[in-house]
């Protein structure tokens, strides 16, 4: 199996912070890779697909970088609607596997 | 995009069986694979198994094998999602996921919960 290690696990951060998420893969995935974010109690909200596709609906202030084995998630100006759970997820092959996530709170 | 909407929370005993129905509109239903992910309680997401809905093909998550059965109904755009042999651990919501070209959807979740 793929293995997904996500950096930091958490991280403090003020309104208007530039934030950057990273995610390396344990073999190359190409740009099977999403970024979605998670609210306590709700489904995941796709932000990212393909490394560095912004999703329909999704703010540009998010955005992807990255290929092969190294990623990352940037939010360019935190927001207070910001503040959550990230986690990156490698479909290149099965099992798909995610990071263990970034929680993202408020300083 | 592809919306999936899935069947509502569901209590079930140890040892019984539990199914999850995940209804997709909006897309061609039988175009892209179906991915089941579960998340329990403060935990990271897990993935499940997956299905393409054309074919009916399936795969399973190791942990899964011989009490996990995937199927789909193309009449109704709909998949499901059978799980047998219920323990505690199984405990969690439950999503549906697709991706295509323009990225991943998924649905709204299912609280399974295994409680004597």
């Known amino acids: 199996d793929i293995q997904m290690t996500q950096s930091p696990s958490s991280l403090s951060a003020s309104v208007g912070d530039r934030v950057t998420i990273t995610c390396r893969a344990s073999q190359g995935i190409n740009n099977y890779l999403a970024w979605f974010q998670q609210k306590p109690g709700k489904a995941p909200k796709a932000l990212i697909y393909?490394?560095?596709s912004l999703q329909g609906g999704v703010p540009a202030k998010f955005s992807g970088s990255g290929s092969g084995t190294d990623f990352t998630l940037t939010i360019s100006s935190l927001q207070p609607e910001d503040f959550a759970t990230y986690y990156c997820q490698q479909y290149k092959s099965y099992p798909q596997t995610f990071g263990q996530g970034t929680k993202v709170e408020i300083k | 995009q592809v919306q999936l909407v899935q069947s509502g929370a569901e209590v079930k005993k140890p040892g019984a069986s539990v199914t999850v129905s995940c209804k997709a509109s909006?897309?061609?239903?039988?175009?892209?694979?179906i991915n089941w992910v579960r998340q329990a309680t403060g935990q990271g997401p897990e993935w499940v198994g997956w299905?393409?809905?054309?074919?009916?093909?399936?795969g399973y998550g190791q942990k899964f094998q011989g009490r996990l059965t995937m199927t789909r109904n193309t009449s109704i755009s709909t998949a499901y999602m059978a799980l047998s042999s219920l323990t505690s651990e199984d405990t969690a919501v439950y999503y549906c996921t697709r991706g295509d070209s323009s990225g991943w959807s998924w649905g709204q979740g299912t609280l399974v919960t295994v409680s004597s």
């Open positions: 393909g490394a560095s």
């Open positions: 299905m393409h809905p054309n074919s009916g093909d399936t």
């Open positions: 909006g897309s061609t239903f039988t175009s892209h694979h």
